[in-house]
């Protein structure tokens, strides 16, 4: 059973937010314990790279600034 998180993300790469309709999924991973997932399809016009800034913000949170991730 899948279990989503009581308040909807807020998702950044590169600095700005990734459209609401984008996101498909926001929870507790399967079979793991305390192990959030976001599943999104990614839209166009994010700039490609290999160290591309992320952010999540949930609940009036904003994760770390210094995560990365991976675009072609």
Do not use: C, H, K, W
Not at 22 to 51: K, T
Request: aromatic share 6%; hydrophobic share 45%; glycine share 12%.
């Amino acid at each position: 059973m899948l279990r989503n998180t009581e308040s909807r993300p807020t998702v950044r790469i590169g600095g700005s937010d990734v459209p609401a309709g984008s996101l498909l999924f926001s929870g507790l991973a399967p079979e793991f314990v305390g192990l959030y997932q976001i599943n999104l399809i990614m839209p166009p016009g994010f700039s490609a790279g290999n160290a591309v800034p992320i952010q999540i913000v949930i609940g009036g949170v904003t994760s770390r600034a210094d995560a990365t991730i991976a675009l072609e």
